[in-house]
């Protein structure tokens, strides 16, 4: 089947372009100028974009600008700048004279109207969408002073990063108390993340190459893929929109023991008649290892990591983008004793040297007036691993992976005045993924070689009305590791009670299918001892029902905006996988195998709220209670006794965690802020080794708290300067207990990734 998908694609991408009747000759202008409502002043470096056009500009000192060599038709305008409303509007463009649209903007302290693409698959406000999509933005990654997205996504209510290694440092984030493999995470709304590059994923892409992350939470953004059963991470990488560049550079400090320095740099080029486009990213991090209780063995391992990419579009028509993307990450991590050692001569060591290249294509073809448009895609990742897990000298520890994981689609889109029962825009595709994975670590007796195909097609119906919106859809999927094609139906319903009210109402279904690895298929070390993981003969696939509803209010009080949002969600899943301890009869080797248990039940609310008085002060809090229970007791560990020990709490799943963001601008050139992150208790599993008996460990709560200053000023030809810094966790709420020396729990982990840390920083751009 997968050679006539492949044929079909081939045949639109050569024959879309062949769409557009005939080229149009003549061209027009649109020109303008952005003031702001109170003050008339002007409103410099705004975006203004022509909307599925791929062409724009950004306003000038004076608040004026130019949009040139433009097909005569009719399109929509789009203006946005930090800390005003967006505003659209129709424009007619002729060649006979230049089209003149000016725009008084109002202020707006967050973005309720801002443009998101994870509700539908289409470009829709966020307060039309018919789910609810929270969106992080490179103002949150400066006010966090975050440099790879793992340091941000703790910033969204709902969402929590966690380490879950003393030695590697892999980070996973959960989405509703769910761990890292129930979500999704795209690339420009590709599922190109496998599940061997999502183990460091987040900390391998650098916020210097993310334009926007738009997070669904729960299932009810099904058509990306059935396995966003606890959410959907959409990771939106920088498009080139005027000629600007920017250099960053910050040196930080672990506690006073380590260090770390991280250098970025962006650079964006478009043409006159913006027929194309190209924007460039590089970023650099060198981390220092960390020893929290100076037992000689790291708590944060050493990290060298170089990444590269772009981002560029071409028109050959007046209706058609081609758009292309390419990024490279070449990343050292080592943790465990004796780094300057050989990894065979220490007592651990865990260590990874990743090379990986990923890049897409794709075309998106408009007519009627931007109302139907066709889209063929291909995106492709390919990682190469080399890795050492092992103890006690091992020398046969030491193995290779290799993993290539391609996707190709097409998906029409097409808006129609009538549709049975009103105005609706429907939305079909057609999706292709492939995963082949060769992992070996021949001191383990492991060569496991696997291969995933999954065929898909969605589609969906979405009805909009003055005050409802209601969309119908569905994705089936066929899992080569599953026996039976897999029907995952979706329903949301919008209501607008008003303009600054929305209530929404979500159902979904979707699973979670076998695979051959994830964060915890890697060899931990436990006591000394290196354990696998291994999937059972008869395991079965994870299915889900997932449930939500929410209400969205904004108001202003005088000269202040608030927003508050309140969502509730429960998430029922059937066969959910567990691991339970086996032994190798052969071998006499002891392993974790995963099996299906009985199931278990996610629940509780979500709660944002925000408050801000223009750009002079912005209060922004999050917070989450939530329920995470198996249905019935499930084997955790089984100890030397063989008295097996059972949990019903889902482990590493706090009941109630949060955060706030507070930024203050009352100077002109000057920026404070102060952030924290609340982690509530937990059950967390401690293994055997350090200590004489397995436990299941009831964790402190911690809050840590972060603060920066920034001071801004210019120079000639529109160069700004910034200089910037802070400490993260100031207070140093870090895990006491830990394991420590040869025999410690590697994976006994919890509480804050990192240590109080100074930094400093500098970044130099373009205006």
């Not at 969906?460 to 089936?476: A, H, K, P, S």
């Not at 959910?576 to 052969?586: S, Y």
Request: proline content about 3%.
């Amino acid at each position: 089947m997968k050679h006539y998908i492949l044929l079909l694609m081939a045949f639109l991408s050569l024959n879309v372009t062949n769409i557009e009747a005939s080229p149009r000759e003549k061209t027009g202008v649109i020109r303008g100028k952005i003031n702001e409502k109170y003050s008339k002043e002007s409103v410099p470096y705004a975006t203004v974009q022509l909307v599925g056009h791929g062409s724009g500009a950004v306003s000038k000192d004076d608040g004026t600008f130019v949009i040139e060599h433009l097909a005569e038709g009719k399109y929509l305008l789009r203006v946005q700048a930090m800390g005003y409303r967006t505003q659209e509007v129709d424009v007619i463009v002729s060649a006979q004279k230049p089209s003149v649209v000016d725009f008084i903007l109002a202020e707006e302290a967050f973005m309720v109207d801002e443009v998101v693409v994870s509700a539908n698959r289409n470009e829709v406000s966020r307060r039309n969408a018919p789910v609810v999509v929270n969106v992080m933005s490179t103002k949150l990654f400066e006010t966090v002073n975050s440099t790879d997205l793992a340091k941000s996504l703790s910033y969204q209510s709902g969402l929590r990063v966690e380490n879950n290694c003393q030695n590697c440092g892999f980070p996973q984030v959960r989405i509703n108390g769910l761990e890292g493999p129930y979500s999704q995470i795209l690339i420009n709304s590709r599922p190109v993340i496998s599940a061997l590059s999502g183990v460091y994923g987040l900390e391998q892409m650098p916020v210097n190459m993310i334009e926007r992350v738009e997070v669904v939470r729960g299932g009810g953004s099904a058509l990306f893929g059935a396995n966003a059963v606890g959410g959907t991470i959409n990771i939106i990488t920088k498009d080139p929109i005027n000629n600007s560049f920017q250099v960053a550079s910050t040196f930080s400090n672990m506690n006073g023991k380590s260090w770390e320095q991280y250098v970025g740099a962006n650079a964006s080029f478009v043409s006159k008649d913006n027929k194309y486009g190209l924007a460039l990213y590089q970023a650099y991090r060198n981390r220092n290892p960390y020893d929290a209780d100076d037992d000689g063995f790291t708590e944060l391992g050493k990290l060298n990591m170089h990444t590269f990419g772009l981002r560029g579009y071409y028109r050959p028509t007046d209706m058609g983008r081609l758009t292309v993307e390419y990024h490279t990450t070449n990343e050292f991590r080592r943790g465990g004793n004796k780094l300057d050692m050989q990894p065979h001569e220490t007592d651990i060591t865990e260590q990874t040297k990743h090379v990986i290249n990923s890049g897409g294509l794709s075309y998106d073809q408009y007519w009627n007036e931007y109302k139907q448009k066709l889209s063929v895609y291909g995106s492709i990742q390919h990682t190469d691993r080399k890795s050492y897990y092992g103890a006690e000298q091992d020398p046969d520890a030491y193995g290779k992976t290799y993993d290539l994981t391609w996707v190709v689609g097409g998906m029409f889109v097409g808006k129609m005045d009538n549709c049975l029962i009103g105005p609706a825009t429907f939305t079909g595709g057609l999706e292709y993924q492939d995963n082949d994975l060769h992992d070996v670590m021949l001191g383990y007796g492991r060569d496991m070689e696997q291969k995933v195909h999954i065929m898909g097609g969605y589609v969906q119906n979405e009805w909009d009305w003055e005050r409802f919106n209601l969309l119908i859809g569905g994705r089936l999927d066929k899992h080569n590791l599953v026996n039976n094609a897999i029907f995952s139906p979706r329903v949301n319903f919008l209501y607008k009670a008003t303009d600054n009210l929305q209530a929404r109402l979500t159902y979904s279904t979707g699973f979670r299918a076998p695979q051959a690895y994830d964060e915890d298929l890697h060899v931990a070390a436990v006591g000394g001892e290196g354990i696998q993981i291994k999937l059972s003969d008869d395991l079965r696939e994870e299915r889900s029902t997932s449930y939500s509803g929410s209400l969205d209010w904004t108001t202003y009080l005088g000269h202040w905006q608030t927003n508050i949002l309140v969502e509730g969600f429960y998430t029922d899943l059937r066969h959910v996988f567990v691991l339970e301890d086996m032994e190798d009869p052969t071998t006499q080797s002891v392993y974790k195998e995963r099996r299906n248990g009985s199931g278990a039940r996610v629940y509780g609310a979500n709660i944002d709220a925000k408050i801000a008085h223009g750009r002079d002060v912005q209060l922004q809090v999050g917070f989450t209670a939530q329920r995470s229970k198996y249905k019935k007791d499930e084997v955790w560990t089984t100890p030397e006794d063989n008295v097996q020990l059972t949990t019903r709490n889902m482990p590493r799943t706090p009941n109630l965690y949060g955060y706030f963001t507070l930024t203050t601008a009352f100077l002109k050139n000057f920026e404070w802020s102060l952030t924290g992150i609340y982690t509530g208790k937990m059950h967390v599993p401690h293994m055997a080794g350090y200590i004489k008996e397995p436990v299941m460990e009831r964790t402190p709560e911690f809050m840590e708290l972060g603060t920066k200053l920034s001071y801004s000023f210019k120079l000639k030809d529109n160069l700004q300067i910034q200089l910037n810094g802070g400490v993260q966790n100031m207070f140093n709420k870090f895990q006491k207990d830990l394991d420590k020396g040869t025999f410690r729990d590697s994976n006994y982990f919890y509480g804050p990734t990192q240590p109080r840390t100074y930094f400093v920083g500098l970044k130099i751009s373009n205006l």
